[in-house]
């Protein structure tokens, strides 16, 4: 559980990050931008520590995954970030995440969690709900609210299946004798999405609607390095890290505790007020954590 809880971190000051990025240039070239910081330094780590963690079948599930959490998952999260905000935009996502992971694993891989983790994920997630949807957050939003609901189910989605689907990944290498690092499991699952938002980048491009920069090159790079090592390089290590021990439910769930973290951060980078509610939301959030690990030990 260790992973995920550190997941959740580096997750809510990624989120931060991200949504400062789309108001400062396209929402999709930042997002490509980004992974292709990330994808740079993942594959140096790759090729300095774990240069032998490469399966063919193992691997092409990997990128299956990461076609579908980064190149499908990732365009809509960041579509949703200037839009609806990134407190909302995570509480949909995580939640629906959470449970397309659980429901995934089940159909995919044949692992239920059990009654009583289900119940630890209803509370984090009730939780979540509580904390968030109690403060009406002031940030500035762009675009329609309506698509930027849609965006985050999306997302949501891409999330959770593409979770599931590097879980599948895992016992094929362990088969052959390989094991696939979290780092590596990271690098070839951004390579997958880098590719595939790579390909919308160049549509968009070619018919001109981007949106332009509202800031200098130095401020926007960055942003953009932040949210590579927040996100993809040291939060998806650590998430496909911890689904070695983790269901997709479970870890996603725990993962989704990072919003509870986005309530002081967006109060200090977003000028958003702490209310009552999310105080008590965080508690229980941090009560359904606390529960599952007591469950599992």
Request: overall charge positive; proline content about 2%; some cysteine.
């Amino acid at each position: 559980m260790t992973f995920a809880i550190i997941t959740a971190v580096l997750f809510a000051f990624s989120a931060i990050f991200n949504t400062r990025i789309t108001k400062l240039m396209d929402a999709l070239f930042a997002n490509f931008f980004r992974l292709l910081i990330a994808c740079l330094i993942l594959g140096l780590l790759t090729a300095t520590f774990q240069p032998e963690s490469f399966h063919p079948e193992a691997s092409a599930w990997l990128l299956l995954s990461g076609a579908i959490g980064f190149g499908i998952g990732d365009i809509a999260l960041f579509a949703a970030f200037s839009r609806i905000g990134s407190r909302l935009t995570i509480l949909i996502n995580f939640s629906l995440g959470a449970i397309i992971g659980a429901l995934a694993d089940w159909m995919i891989l044949d692992d239920s969690i059990g009654v009583e983790k289900y119940l630890s994920i209803v509370i984090i997630l009730g939780g979540l709900a509580i904390a968030l949807l109690s403060s009406k957050g002031k940030g500035s939003r762009q675009g329609s609210f309506r698509f930027g609901i849609m965006a985050a189910l999306i997302a949501g989605v891409g999330q959770g299946l593409g979770s599931s689907i590097s879980r599948y990944a895992e016992p094929l290498a362990e088969a052959s004798g390989i094991t696939i690092g979290g780092v590596s499991q990271a690098f070839q699952r951004v390579t997958a999405g880098l590719f595939c938002l790579t390909l919308v980048c160049l549509w968009k491009y070619s018919r001109r609607k981007f949106a332009p920069a509202a800031a200098n090159k130095a401020t926007i790079a960055w942003w953009l390095v932040l949210a590579a090592i927040f996100g993809p390089v040291l939060g998806v290590s650590c998430f496909q890290q911890s689904l070695k021990t983790l269901t997709s439910g479970e870890a996603m769930a725990i993962t989704a505790t990072s919003p509870l973290l986005l309530i002081p951060l967006a109060y200090f980078f977003e000028g958003e007020r702490i209310r009552a509610g999310s105080l008590i939301g965080a508690l229980l959030g941090v009560g359904g954590v606390i529960a599952m690990a007591l469950i599992r030990s």
